[in-house]
């Protein structure tokens, strides 16, 4: 005789002497404890002998989602599949089922964190990309998901847009050449699909602007440790990482050398070699005062962090935590000064100084001070480090910098070629 909802719930937590089976149909059994726990099961015989699987526990699981699981494995056994083992594998299938955030963090972990800017993504995913999707299944993420929160960042973020989908695209196809995933669903999107297109930066300020936006580093409630920052890009034209991640150690005031490691520039990954930047006598005050600001370790009063720009201690800044320097600094030159400032941004101080650099100094000099390769063969066999020449442009950029912001020091010069 079938079994019934009425006899399901009248068995339902009735305390027994004995534990009780009874049949429905089609193989399907129902177990009632001596609680009056309630459990379906299938009953079947593969290769001639008798097994079982468990379906699941009444009421959480009905007696008609019970007969159409019978069903389910019924088909499973025609296909000469032990049903129990065919179980067993999907739900170990379905527990090693990775979150996309769990899958993000494992790709970042073993290929983006050989790229400089690994933290840089990470972050970006963190705040952007983690608590809308981060907790869904990757291999159930739909391209429709992902459009929901694409559509949303390129109405104000273009380049982080644009870092989304290229890493977002470089990790599914990670985990599809694995085999963690059938399918890659960013395989086919670009920045055009949101109209954003890369572009290439042409900012650089002019004479007005650099002293505007100097007189506006004195001028503002900026962190003293941010005012000495900008004024160090502007000055030698570097990336904002080579002075997040400078440590004390790095700077050599007997021998005026600015050391940085490999591990901290975009290039030295690839080339192995650090970068060496001349420290002038004008800027040693600056420096010097950057480490006086520097926080003390928790468990070490006396004792000053590694990193000169930072405020955690022995942890260097984040990422991302220039980003509103120069925003502000424009609210700032509006309201006090009542100028108006194009957005630029900390980067754009090293265009700045790069294209005075060529007015002061040789191309290949100017080059190196940016911290670039010399082109071909030239990089192979020319081993001179050019710190004396580079030096020396620094020194004179440093004089028009003061011409500039101080319009009654006079720029020096060289003389013309008779």
Known sequence: MAISDSYLKSC???DRDKIEEKADRDGLWVRISKKGAVTFFYRYRYLG???KLTIGSYPAFGLKAA?????KWAAVLARGENPRVRQGLDSAKINSRYSFEELFREWHGIVCIQKVTA???LRTFELHVFPKIGKYPAEDLTLHNWLTVLDRLAEGYSEITRRVISNGKQCYSWAVK????ER???SELSGKDFGIEKKIGERTLSRHEIALVWRAVEDSRLMERNKILVKLCLLWGCRIAELRLAERSHFNFEDGIWTIPPENHKTGRRTKKPLVRPIIPEIVPLISRAMELTPRLPDKPDEPGRFIFSRYGDKPMTETFHLSISNNLR????KAYSENVPHFSIHDLRRTARTNFSELTEPHIAE??????LPGVWAVYDKHSYISEMREAYSKWWARLMSIVEPDVLEFKPREAM
């Open 178 to 181: 694995r085999q963690v995933l």
């Open 331 to 334: 609210v700032f030159m509006l």
């Open 119 to 121: 933290d840089q993504i």
């Open 67 to 71: 007969r159409e699981e019978v069903e």
């Open 12 to 14: 339902l937590g009735k």
């Open 49 to 51: 002998k008798q097994d």
């Open 368 to 373: 190196i001070m940016l911290g670039h390769k």
């Open 184 to 186: 890659n669903p960013l």
